[in-house]
Structure formats: C-alpha cells, structure tokens
T-cell receptor, first 116, second 112 residues
C-alpha cells in the first residue's frame, strides 16, 4: 500500500534480548518520527530524522535505544538488552514536509513489543 | 513545559447523541493544535487542526475551536455514529518544536 508500513506488527522478546523494529515511510517523505505508546497513554516522542540526519534524539529513554535511517528512507529502531518497561507500541510517522510546522503526520499501525 | 490534558474516558454514547471531548493545553509560544483519531486496528489519523487563535478546524462532522484565552481545543460533534467509535487524541506542536505532544487519549464507544 501507499501508507507507512511497520514490521513486525507484534514482537515478543525475553528480557535481555535485542530487538529491531522497521519503518518504511511513504516514498519521498522527508521527515520521520518514532514515538512510544504505553498502554492507555498517548504517544511520546522518541526521535526525529530529516532525511538521513537524526536531528533530535532527546526522547530516547536510555542508551539502549538506537535509531537509524542511513539512506533517508527506511528507518530502524533498535532496543538492546530489552527490559519489561520497554513493553509498548512503537509508532513510526512520516511527513513530506520539514518538521516544525502544522503539517500532517502519517502514522503506521505500530509495532507492539512485549518483553517477558 | 508543553502538555495536553484530555477528558478521561471511556465515554459511551448512544447513536445521534452530542459529543464533547475536552482538551486543554500548556505550551510555550503559539502552538498549532490537532485532534488525531485511532480506529480499531488502524494507525493514528489526523482528524482536524487549527494553527492560530479563533481558528476552527472541522472534518467529518467534528469541530474544534482554538481558544487562546482558555487554552482549550475541545472536540465536538452534533450527532455521533457507531462508526465514530475510536480513541481520540488531542495534540500540539509548540511554535519552536518539531514533534507533537499528545494527550493521553479518550476512548469513545457509540452504541446503536
């Protein structure tokens, strides 16, 4: 389809395992965001890319979280040594515009991570 | 800091009832305000937005007016349908920031 695609949709990990979550934004979209959504809460900002440049990573909760977008298209969010508090839905969103204005973000359906 | 406070849910209404979901905000500068909706099994979608004071955003029968004096952006619909059942999120982008700040969401269930 033409929307933002995320994979896997569901991931169960044992505590201490590393996980990688993938985001395929809409083709040509410049801006890409990652958000974390805990159960019953609103999404919380993790990090922002403009093309391949990671311009803001202030929302990453610890140095176990790492994101990349090497060619300015697909992005991967990696979580090392997962812990139970990492259990959440991870949302990816993209936009054709540079961030900082009232432009619309297009969200994927999210990757639900459960850490046992 | 920047924050959004939403009316707590869940909200259950009968079809054709009037809907109001309250949203108030705290922000530096002059934020843009948004309502996003998440239907079951789908990603977040923009419902409507307003970029300056007294602007009214509207879409699919929903409306919200940017009230600077009360720092509010309440969502309203005159007659809800079963298909409006979803989670609704109020959000803002402050003038100097890039990312959305979301409220905690309000679950709406409309019964036939």
């Amino acid at each position: 389809g033409a929307g933002v695609s995320q994979s896997p949709r569901y991931k169960v990990a044992k505590r201490g395992q590393d996980v990688a979550l993938r985001c395929d934004p809409i083709s040509g979209h410049v801006s890409l965001f990652w958000y974390q959504q805990a159960l019953g809460q609103g999404p919380e900002f993790l990090t922002y890319f403009q093309n391949e440049a990671q311009l803001d990573k202030s929302g990453l909760p610890s140095d176990r979280f790492f994101a990349e977008r090497p060619e300015g298209s697909v992005s991967t969010l990696k979580i090392q040594r997962t812990q139970q508090e990492d259990s959440a839905v991870y949302l990816c969103a993209s936009s054709p515009k540079l961030a900082g204005g009232p432009g619309e973000l297009f969200f994927g359906e999210g990757s639900r991570l459960t850490v046992l | 800091g920047n924050s959004v406070t939403q009316m707590e849910g869940p909200v259950t209404l009968s079809e054709e009832a009037f809907l109001t979901i309250n949203c108030t905000y705290t922000a530096t500068g002059y934020p843009s305000l948004f309502w996003y909706v998440q239907y079951p099994g789908e990603g977040l979608q923009l419902l409507l937005k307003a970029t300056k004071a007294d602007d009214k955003g509207s879409n699919k029968g929903f409306e919200a007016t940017y009230r600077k004096e009360t720092t509010s952006f309440h969502l309203e619909k005159g007659s809800v349908q079963v298909s409006d059942s979803a989670v609704y999120f109020c959000a803002l982008i402050p003038g100097s920031a890039r990312q959305l700040t979301f409220g905690s969401g309000t679950q709406l269930t409309v019964l036939p």
